[in-house]
């Protein structure tokens, strides 16, 4: 019954590897988004997904590409993978960006990802 | 950009004691959101805040919408041990379209941990 999921949960690999998360939300949300949290904990928004298309990039590097199957999944590709690429990745949803109540967003439990 | 400044960084206080943490931005925000992140999990949300003045409360947790639209605090009453945890703030601006596209905007988190 958990409402936004993500796998894995632990995701170690070697520098320039390429690596998938899978985010899935089980709450007929429309839009959908990932961020990364760094190790001072900070929280950043990469993009969103609104209903299977791109709404927000936030200046990522190309590198990252997320993909989004159907609205109610949204995945993040990350090619050559990078030192600097570890951290905690999240996924959140919400019911839609428009309007002042629909735009709360609900997380996922988080990737850790570690790039050796 | 817009940058939320959230103190104090870290609280270290005993069962029993009332806690109070706040965020101020350089510009306004329309919603304000406050979220308990604890470890290996996603930011859960506590309170939302839609309105400028608006004061609301979820349990022992209160939190208000500053009259400026650039600021907003949270008050936890009575802490208990299961209160530990980093708490953020968030805020989102609606744009000309009248929408955010859903981009929130985060604090740095308030570390807080309770002595029994």
């Known amino acids: 019954d958990t409402a936004v999921s993500q796998t894995p949960k632990y995701l170690v690999t070697q520098m320039g590897n390429d690596k998938s998360i899978k985010c899935e939300q089980n709450l007929g949300h429309d839009t959908m988004y990932w961020y990364k949290q760094d190790s001072k904990k900070f929280l950043k928004i990469m993009f969103s997904?609104?209903?299977?298309?791109?709404?927000i990039n936030e200046t990522v590097p190309n590198r990252f590409s997320p993909k989004s199957p159907d609205k109610a999944h949204l995945n993040l590709h990350i090619n050559s993978l990078e030192l600097g690429d570890s951290a905690v990745y999240f996924c959140?949803?919400?019911?839609?960006?428009?309007?002042?109540?629909?735009?709360?967003?609900?997380f996922g439990p988080g990737t850790r990802l570690l790039v050796l | 950009g817009q940058q939320l400044n959230q103190s104090p960084q870290s609280m270290f206080i005993q069962e029993g004691e009332d806690v109070s943490m706040n965020c101020t931005s350089s510009s306004i925000f329309n919603t304000w959101l406050w979220y308990k992140q604890e470890p290996g999990e996603g930011p859960v949300l506590l309170i939302a805040l839609y309105k400028a003045g608006e004061l609301t409360s979820n349990g022992r947790l209160t939190a208000q919408f500053g009259i400026t639209r650039k600021d907003s605090f949270l008050n936890i009453s009575a802490s208990i041990p299961s209160d530990v945890g980093i708490y953020f703030c968030a805020g989102q601006l609606r744009g000309a379209g009248g929408t955010s596209y859903g981009k929130l905007t985060f604090g740095q988190g308030t570390i807080l941990t309770v002595h029994p």
């Open positions: 959140a949803s919400s019911q839609d960006y428009r309007g002042l109540y629909q735009e709360t967003q609900y």
């Open positions: 997904y609104n209903n299977k298309e791109l709404i």
